[in-house]
């Protein structure tokens, strides 16, 4: 599970957020402004005289303004608890900065008649990404919000949008890397890494890698120390990574796992080499590949 | 009326000027950039404002309750969008009755644009025996 999808878990898991009310109750001077720019000419929501001997005995909204009455409005703010603007916020920070609405389902279960005040409730469906779309690298987020009048439900609604990045930038860009999580236990490693070194986690003669919190004896006194590996070593297995796309990648790429001639087995992208050509034992030596400040990443590439 | 699967509604064509666009968001209530400011639009990957999607379902009951008489009843518009309407952009609506449950009649539609297939969608209405 990717921290995008172990974080839409945790909102959809809230449930729904609470009921929202509109800022005006259904009135026909909004009725008027929606008629008029969707070219609806129906006198059921404009005539009194007409719609008092129509099918609805009165005036009634547009089934279609049901999302309307609940917008948040120019400078609105969502509520805290919206679990759509949770999961943008979420996405915005992954690189994911564009929205597009791609689907809206909406039921309505009667008309609202002027003077009703319509609350609004959404929880999270679910997210389904990273996927490759014309727009660009995105994930569909899909919400369920349900409209009540008091207790009543009177309408509700399925809607999925694409929040994507645009396929004109750059998929390095800083912010949209995967990066690995530095513990107490691995920090001396990826300090290494910086000033260009492989370390190796030493208990007394063992080495460990990945780096654990304490020796394979289970001595909880005892403190580790690393070595400086010579940086090669030789295929032991190997993945060529074709779907799904991972943040800051291009497809396909050999993802290897070396055993150096120290002896411990290490991950790591093997760099420029032809998936085809990629074979168990070929030699390999370590690079070190610069992400941003603060983070040096160890890769592989093929020994000349 | 008398209604049958396999009946084509009358085409209903709008055209999405930049207007449109603006005026049919605000009513609409959505104050998101992409459907009024065209240098944001732009800035976010898109070659102009464009057609926001409570407008699309705005625009699928007017299609559908122009043909289906004043007194239809909308019970649900599902829609699906595809490419974008872009400001000057010209929506033609099709549709075709394709179905029945109980005094619901399914009516699928398509909105084609400049650039293609816009939306395509679902709508499930009940329609009076004796429309004007």
């Known amino acids: 599970m990717t921290g995008i999808e172990e974080a839409a878990a945790r909102i959809a898991e809230e449930g729904p957020s609470e009921r929202r009310l509109a800022r005006d109750p259904v009135n026909q001077a909004m009725v008027n402004n929606w008629v008029e720019a969707i070219g609806d000419r129906n006198p059921v929501y404009t005539d009194p005289g007409y719609a008092a001997d129509s099918v609805h005995g009165g005036l009634v909204a547009p089934p279609a303004m049901a999302q309307v009455w609940t917008m948040p409005g120019l400078g609105g703010q969502r509520a805290d608890d919206d679990p759509l603007s949770a999961m943008m916020s979420i996405l915005d920070d992954a690189g994911f900065t564009s929205v597009v609405a791609t689907n809206s389902e909406q039921r309505y279960h009667r008309y609202l008649r002027h003077g009703e005040h319509v609350a609004a409730s959404t929880r999270l469906e679910g997210v389904a990404g990273p996927k490759r779309t014309a727009l660009g690298e995105g994930w569909f987020v899909t919400t369920v919000t349900t409209w009540y009048v008091g207790d009543e439900v009177v309408a509700d609604m399925v809607f999925r949008v694409l929040k994507f990045r645009p396929s004109g930038e750059s998929g390095t860009a800083a912010g949209d890397v995967l990066r690995p999580v530095v513990s107490k236990d691995t920090e001396f490693f990826w300090e290494g890494t910086q000033v260009a070194e492989l370390r190796i986690q030493r208990w007394g003669g063992t080495l460990r890698h990945p780096p654990g919190p304490m020796p394979p004896d289970g001595d909880l006194g005892a403190v580790p120390g690393y070595v400086v590996a010579a940086g090669t070593g030789t295929v032991y297995s190997f993945v060529v990574q074709h779907h799904p796309g991972v943040p800051g990648k291009t497809t396909p790429f050999v993802i290897a796992l070396v055993e150096l001639d120290e002896g411990v087995r290490m991950l790591g992208e093997l760099l420029d080499a032809e998936p085809s050509q990629v074979h168990i034992g070929l030699e390999v030596e370590v690079v070190f590949v610069p992400v941003e400040a603060g983070l040096t990443i160890p890769a592989w590439k093929v020994r000349s | ?132």
């Not at chain 2, 666009?21 to 009513?27: C, D, Q, Y």
């Open chain 2, 1 to 132: 009326m008398s209604i049958a699967i396999g009946a084509e509604l009358p085409p209903l064509t709008v055209e999405a000027s930049t207007t449109f666009v603006i005026s049919a968001a605000i009513a609409t209530r959505d104050f998101q950039d992409v459907h009024h400011d065209t240098d944001a639009a732009r800035a976010r990957g898109s070659e102009d404002i464009f057609v926001n999607i409570l407008t699309d379902t705005g625009l699928v009951q007017r299609f559908v309750t122009e043909w289906a008489g004043n007194d239809a009843l909308v019970r649900s518009i599902a829609i699906r969008l595809g490419v974008p309407c872009y400001a000057g952009d010209v929506l033609t609506f099709t549709g075709t009755v394709t179905g029945r449950d109980g005094d619901e009649w399914e009516v699928t539609v398509t909105g084609k644009g400049d650039l293609g297939d816009h939306l395509t969608g679902t709508v499930r209405v009940v329609v009076p025996e004796e429309a004007p």
